[in-house]
């Protein structure tokens, strides 16, 4: 069936393969491991500042606007164009659509549009906070999984203080 020749030209195929493997390999290795050759005493070239982490530690001591106060002072307009994230799923026209409609929502009952099917979480929140003040749509629309726990809103939230305040401002200003 096989002579001898093509069974030595296969393990010959295979040996040279695994050669070439282990090479490449040992190349590769050489090439981009960190801290090999260069001996424990190896200095970095340089480092690119990106500006997180050290801010946030070195000013601790300013001190906290109330929501309430961020929302007053807040611009409209760039809420409006922070809307645009929310418009995908809610409208400001008194229909429903994936969300409950925003029309009017500041001061209006949490669970409290007629004909929404609202999550059983969201319902049992109502009973803690009544009303949808400024405070608590800020706070919800920072991270609205977090606050109101199997909520059926996927939306990851705005995570900046001010995006907040804008967009609050502007559905405030439809009232």
Same mark, same amino acid.
């Given at each position: ?59 601790? /001591? $300013?001190? *906290?606007?109330?929501?309430? %106060? #961020?929302? &007053? ?54 009973? /803690? $906070?009544? *009303?949808?003040?400024?405070? %608590? #749509?800020? &706070? ?36």
């Amino acid at each position: 069936m096989f002579d001898t020749m093509t069974l030595t030209k296969a393990v010959g195929a295979g040996c040279g393969a695994l050669l070439v493997f282990l090479l490449g390999s040992w190349a590769a290795t050489g090439l981009y491991t960190t801290g090999g050759g260069h001996g424990e005493d190896a200095v970095q070239a340089y480092v690119i500042e990106t500006g997180g982490g050290g801010a946030a530690e070195e000013e601790p /001591d $300013a001190e *906290a606007v109330p929501f309430a %106060e #961020l929302v &007053a002072a807040a611009d409209p307009a760039a809420g409006q164009k922070v809307y645009a994230k929310c418009a995908a799923c809610h409208k400001l026209d008194g229909s429903n659509a994936t969300g409950p409609h925003l029309d009017g929502i500041i001061d209006r009952a949490v669970a409290g549009v007629d004909g929404f099917a609202y999550s059983d979480a969201m319902v049992a929140h109502a009973a /803690d $906070a009544p *009303a949808w003040t400024v405070e %608590e #749509l800020g &706070a919800f629309v920072q991270n609205p999984r977090s606050h109101v726990p199997g909520t059926k809103m996927t939306f990851a939230g705005l995570p900046k203080e001010q995006d907040r305040a804008d967009v609050v401002a502007y559905l405030a200003s439809l009232q």
